[in-house]
């Protein structure tokens, strides 16, 4: 997982509203509706409960320590959705307790290795890699007026790529799977088609070739440059929960809003609806 950096996410809260605009042109959902399609839950009735659901955001010093501002932008992001977010005052275990003791209905937090948001009440667990390729496919099927039938590319078989290969299954796509390390796409068609036994999974081991024949594409590698500008067609749409982004400054010239990308909105959201739900 590609460690973020202050830089990489200080303008979030100060862009909220102009992004959920965007979201909005691009796929006729707004961030919350995007959550809650990638969710299966009706926005109007989790817009009642929004207000009433408290989330604590707690910093943890593990590993690498604090990415500053990092807690504060999630609470952010939960507090333009409607969310009762707090940024915890304390940090690490007096943080963790603290909630608890205030009653909270959910914590959110993360070290090196996961991002986790807890229901407290249900002790449900949500993870950000698993929320992340799920809101992504969810927001493609939106942009692509419904993947259903449609031949779309899946780059990068780690955990964001196998949650989204997952739902644009279950949203009726037809899957291709590429990743640098071909065992990883073979052992994912495996597991995939462990529950799934009838789809046709494609395994694509050239890249370059494969991407001008997919007019839909999930790029989901910790990679740059994995989607060449000069490889970019006319016509095609693109998720990209990748981080850091694996498209050119070009390629998003020439993509302009056939192209969704963000470090953390799409993800905390999608987390979020699914502590809720
Ligand atoms: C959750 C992000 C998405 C991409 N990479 C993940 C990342 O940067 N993880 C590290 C998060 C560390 C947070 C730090 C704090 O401020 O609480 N422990």
Do not use: W
């Amino acid at each position: 997982m590609t460690r973020l950096k202050t830089n990489d996410i200080c303008d979030i809260p100060s862009r909220l509203e102009q992004y959920n605009q965007d979201l909005l042109v691009k796929t006729g959902q707004t961030l919350l509706g995007i959550a809650c399609h990638a969710r299966g839950v009706d926005e109007i009735k989790i817009q009642h409960q929004v207000k009433s659901f408290n989330i604590h955001v707690v910093p943890i010093t593990a590993g690498q320590g604090i990415i500053t501002d990092f807690s504060a932008i999630v609470t952010a992001i939960l507090t333009f959705l409607g969310f009762d977010a707090h940024l915890a005052d304390q940090v690490d275990i007096t943080g963790i307790a603290r909630s608890f003791e205030n009653h909270a209905n959910a914590i959110m937090m993360a070290d090196d290795h996961k991002f986790v948001g807890i229901n407290l009440n249900k002790g449900a667990v949500v993870d950000n890699s698993e929320a992340t390729g799920r809101v992504f496919a969810a927001a493609l099927d939106l942009m692509a007026k419904g993947i259903r039938g449609r031949d779309v590319l899946v780059l990068g078989c780690g955990p964001v790529g196998e949650a989204a290969a997952q739902t644009l299954l279950s949203l009726g796509g037809k899957l291709a799977l590429f990743d640098t390390n071909l065992s990883a796409a073979l052992s994912l068609k495996e597991r995939l088609l462990r529950f799934r036994a009838d789809q046709k999974i494609r395994i694509e081991p050239d890249v370059i070739k494969a991407i001008p024949r997919y007019g839909y594409l999930l790029e989901a590698t910790p990679a740059k440059g994995t989607i060449p500008a000069k490889l970019i067609g006319e016509h095609q749409l693109v998720a990209a929960p990748g981080v850091p982004l694996g498209i050119s400054p070009r390629g998003c010239q020439v993509l302009k809003h056939r192209l969704i990308h963000d470090k953390l909105e799409l993800g905390v959201a999608a987390m979020a609806i699914s502590l809720l739900a």
